[in-house]
């Protein structure tokens, strides 16, 4: 499904409706007294009718204490998820109009938050691994037809890829190590990371990777990806 510009704007062109969005998402509109829970005027807070209890919805949430408004969050959010190679905090100033330190900070909150995807993977699944620099390697895993997940490992060597296959993949599936299963993957991962950023450490290219792997596992549907985006981004962190 298409997610454009046009159709965002229509969405969340407001405070109220990117806070409604987050509370919509976290709480329903029903207390547990029976009463309904209603925003509190110019302030960042629902309250319920009824018995008057509140509820802050960005508390916990990657907007917590920002303060940025929602609505350039959002807008960051959106063009985070449409770049389809990855961003840089400069492209991100140029196209928010806000400060570098601004769009820096938003931006690495977003990267640190972003999930491959969900589970374990399934079906029949090809086990791969790539180079990047001397010191660091990435192991991929590719359900046919499905999604991926990779990490940024050290060494290639069998515990290495046992203990990740453990972790991303689904129990009594049967996996190959198919040679170059990943090529093309591995091929535009390496290429976006030189046009978009240089010399990228170690620590950050498992969040770089993150991303990539993001975009790619929702690279049909614009509207999934921003909703799968978003959904991580609102969970409070203690569950993340
Ligand atoms: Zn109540």
């Known amino acids: 499904m298409k997610y454009g510009l046009d159709s965002f704007r229509k969405d969340f062109s407001t ?46 949430t990657i907007f917590h ?12 959010i959106f063009i985070f998820c449409h770049a389809r190679s990855g961003i840089s905090a400069k492209e991100m100033q140029r196209q928010l109009g806000v400060t570098y330190k601004c769009a820096y900070r938003m931006l690495s909150l977003i990267k640190h938050r972003v ?3 969900e589970g374990k993977l399934q ?14 390697s990435v ?14 490992v050290r060494k290639t060597d069998a515990v290495t890829v046992q ?22 993957f591995f091929f535009n991962f390496k290429r976006s990371i030189k046009g978009t950023f240089k010399n990228v450490s170690d ?11 993001f975009r790619y596992n929702h690279r049909h549907d614009d509207k999934q990806r921003f909703e799968a985006l978003c959904e991580s981004l609102v969970r409070p962190k203690s569950v993340v």
């Open 15 to 60: 405070e109220e409706e990117c806070l409604g969005y987050v509370f919509n998402k976290l709480y329903g509109p029903r207390c547990s007294c029976g009463g309904r829970y209603a925003k509190v005027r110019n302030r960042r807070q629902y309250q319920c009718s009824r018995c008057r209890h509140q509820i802050a919805p960005t508390a916990g």
């Open 65 to 76: 204490k920002s303060p940025t408004p929602l609505t350039l969050w959002f807008h960051a």
């Open 115 to 117: 999930r491959q995807g």
């Open 123 to 136: 079906g029949i699944v090809d086990i791969d691994t790539g180079q990047f620099s001397e010191k660091s």
């Open 139 to 152: 192991i991929l895993a590719v359900e046919r037809n499905g999604p991926i997940r990779a990490r940024v």
């Open 163 to 184: 203990a990740f296959i453990h972790d991303m993949v689904e129990k009594k599936v049967a996996y190959t190590t198919r040679m170059n299963a990943g090529d093309p």
């Open 203 to 213: 620590a950050k290219l498992q969040a770089y990777l993150n991303a990539f792997v």
